[in-house]
T-cell receptor
Framework: SQQGEEDPQALSIQEGENATMNCSYKTSINNLQWYRQNSGRGLVHLILIRSNEREKHSGRLRVTLDTSKKSSSLLITASRAADTASYFCATERAGGTSYGKLTFGQGTILTVHP | EAGVAQSPRYKIIEKRQSVAFWCNPISGHATLYWYQQILGQGPKLLIQFQNNGVVDDSQLPKDRFSAERLKGVDSTLKIQPAKLEDSAVYLC??????????????FGPGTRLTVL
């Protein structure tokens, strides 16, 4: 079963606007990762945030993590048409035999209009 | 550095036929994963290898799916016999253990399977 629930399922914005996607999960985690998938292609790793971190930046990406609420958000600032893709959060569960194993959410489809 | 290679990119088969997918991970990556991604959903892990041993195959439908990773490098995933619900993209990923035990997975382009 999918660990993560993403919100919204689809997001449509204009170039230059910011895009925010949210992810909720159910169990304790080691880390949470965000991936991008362009239509018909494989997934590309964007950013990872560890369970003891609250915020992380990478270029135009900002990720926050609230372990008390079991939620994360991905903010893409100054969006571009090339950011059009599906975005997935993935969690690495804490403990046991989950070493390196990721559980993905359903994804958010982002469309950036030129 | 070459990425994860997968073949074929597309495959169309009739139900009850068999099919095999091939994956070549990034050189030096000990961990290899096979995922199934049904249209409109996130990837679901089918099996995880560490070198040539299976770490996790709890979500692999073992009555019809099998996978192997001979010599700890290339891997094949087989479906026999295929069902209509197996139509999906099959993604291969590989990783190595980096700083603080972090596994960053690198994905191949996937094989799109259509079962008619």
């Amino acid at each position: 079963s999918q660990q993560g629930e993403e919100d919204p399922q689809a997001l449509s914005i204009q170039e230059g606007e910011n895009a925010t996607m949210n992810c909720s999960y159910k169990t304790s985690i080691n880390n949470l990762q965000w991936y991008r998938q362009n239509s018909g292609r494989g997934l590309v790793h964007l950013i990872l945030i560890r369970s003891n971190e609250r915020e992380k930046h990478s270029g135009r990406l900002r990720v926050t993590l609230d372990t008390s609420k079991k939620s994360s958000s991905l903010l893409i600032t100054a969006s571009r048409a090339a950011d059009t893709a599906s975005y997935f959060c993935a969690t690495e569960r804490a403990g046991g035999t989950s070493y390196g194993k990721l559980t993905f959410g359903q994804g958010t489809i982002l469309t950036v209009h030129p | 550095e070459a990425g994860v290679a997968q073949s074929p990119r597309y495959k169309i088969i009739e139900k009850r036929q068999s099919v095999a997918f091939w994956c070549n991970p990034i050189s030096g990556h000990a961990t290899l994963y096979w995922y199934q991604q049904i249209l409109g959903q996130g990837p679901k892990l089918l099996i995880q290898f560490q070198n040539n041993g299976v770490v996790d195959d709890s979500q692999l439908p073992k009555d019809r799916f099998s996978a192997e990773r001979l010599k700890g490098v290339d891997s094949t995933l087989k479906i026999q016999p295929a069902k209509l619900e197996d139509s999906a993209v099959y993604l291969c990923a590989s990783s190595l253990v980096g700083l603080a035990g972090i596994h960053t997975q690198y994905f191949g382009p996937g094989t799109r399977l259509t079962v008619l």
